[in-house]
């Protein structure tokens, strides 16, 4: 394999060779004009015989759907326990959406522009990105507890990075400059490489072999993707990549699975043994003392999150006997709660790509708002049951 950069393309381009097939891979940012005009501009100039771009189907969906987020089932997204990963999906997607505002850019609208330009020349198209859901699955698993917690702060809290300096077109290019990617990935890796090993490595391999199998017998492919990607795809073309691995979302590990039984059933023999050991009023202050703080710390903070009296009151019922039955979750009672209580119309769903560009817009929409009490009645009720269980082992 031969690779280089073609002197008659713009230098964002890097030019890979495989077999009989020329690869012209267009590194972008995703909220550029420049890569806008840059990629019509090599479509234009190579003529390839098929355009891959950096997408899979939802991608594509929500960036050509005005209507994305009109069929969202809150319900059915609060049954099965992903309310916080569609909060970190919809904090991220916000803070890409307000860089691309301050630009006049769409986000992917130069991903876009290469699917209009191969359409408007009858050139084939294909996907080549993982789907979205599989990677932000991977990443999630990935992370414990406390770095899950780090990232949704880190997200929240990119809404003040708006006060500081403006990113321009001149930012974006310093940032696609190799040898400032190479410092930026090498960061990424070293801080968080929970992180970068699913969002950026494994998609590597992933654009690198899917580039190359949709690309097999043509003569020329222009391939429009993040410049992150650039350097991992061309170092993995060729190389064999298992896909059907990559595809997989990992089961919780056996460290959490074991947890997730032993730490009831150790609460539940302590109960017992206390039940045996202690007369009535020990056992009944025993385990006030750990119920109240779990029903406190979920109800209050289900109540500060903004949701209803009705949420809150079930908080506090629920927390304690979730603390000891592993099928129950505060979270997900408590969020089909306020899910009913507060009944999201379409209008709110179509709303939320708006609505998240703010705080405000945040905390306000029905939808987020419910997601958002959901998880911090979980988070509240972990917190309250780890105080009352360490008070009560510091008087046994």
Not at 56 to 64: E, G, I, K, N, P
Not at 192 to 213: G, N
Not at 222 to 245: C, F, N, S, W, Y
Not at 348 to 371: A, H, Y
Request: with cysteine.
């Amino acid at each position: 394999m031969w690779y280089g950069v073609d002197v008659a393309l713009p230098g964002s381009v890097t030019t890979l060779s495989h077999g009989e097939t020329q690869f012209h891979v267009v590194g972008t940012a995703h909220v550029s004009q420049r890569s806008v005009d840059e990629v019509r501009a090599v479509i234009e100039e190579v003529e390839p015989d098929l355009v891959c771009v950096e997408l899979c189907q939802s991608r594509l969906d929500a960036l050509t759907k005005d209507s994305a987020f009109r069929d969202l089932d809150v319900f059915k997204v609060v049954r099965e326990g992903k309310g916080l990963y569609l909060l970190a999906h919809l904090a991220l997607s916000s803070y890409q959406r307000r860089i691309g505002a301050s630009l006049g850019v769409k986000p992917g609208a130069e991903l876009l522009a290469a699917i209009e330009t191969a359409k408007a020349k009858g050139i084939p198209i294909a996907l080549i990105d993982r789907d979205i859901t599989v990677t932000l699955k991977r990443v999630w698993r990935n992370l414990g507890l406390w770095k899950r917690m780090m990232l949704m702060w880190s997200l929240f809290v990119g809404w003040e990075s708006d006060k500081g300096e403006p990113v321009t077109e001149a930012t974006l290019d310093e940032l696609k400059e190799p040898k400032a990617l190479s410092e930026m990935l090498t960061e990424l890796g070293r801080a968080v490489p929970e992180i970068k090993a699913p969002l950026v490595d494994e998609r590597d391999q992933y654009l690198a072999s899917k580039m190359l199998e949709e690309g097999a017998g043509k003569r020329k492919v222009v391939a429009v993707v993040g410049a992150a990607h650039v350097p991992g795809m061309t170092e993995q073309l060729g190389k064999p990549v298992d896909r059907a691995a990559l595809d997989r979302v990992p089961p919780p590990s056996i460290v959490w699975r074991i947890l997730k039984w032993t730490v009831p059933i150790a609460i539940l023999g302590v109960i017992v043994w206390l039940w045996h050991r202690s007369d009535a009023s020990t056992f009944a202050q025993t385990m006030l003392a750990w119920i109240i703080p779990t029903a406190i710390g979920a109800g209050a903070m289900a109540l500060i999150a903004g949701g209803s009296l009705l949420s809150g009151l079930t908080a506090m019922l629920v927390s304690p006997v979730a603390r000891i039955y592993p099928l129950v979750r505060t979270s997900i009672v408590v969020g089909l709660v306020e899910a009913w209580r507060r009944k999201p119309s379409v209008a709110d769903c179509e709303r939320l790509p708006e609505d998240v560009q703010s705080m405000r817009g945040f905390w306000k929409n029905p939808v987020t708002r419910i997601l958002i009490v959901a998880t911090a009645a979980g988070l509240g009720a972990l917190a309250g049951f780890m105080f009352g269980v360490g008070w009560v082992a510091s008087h046994l």
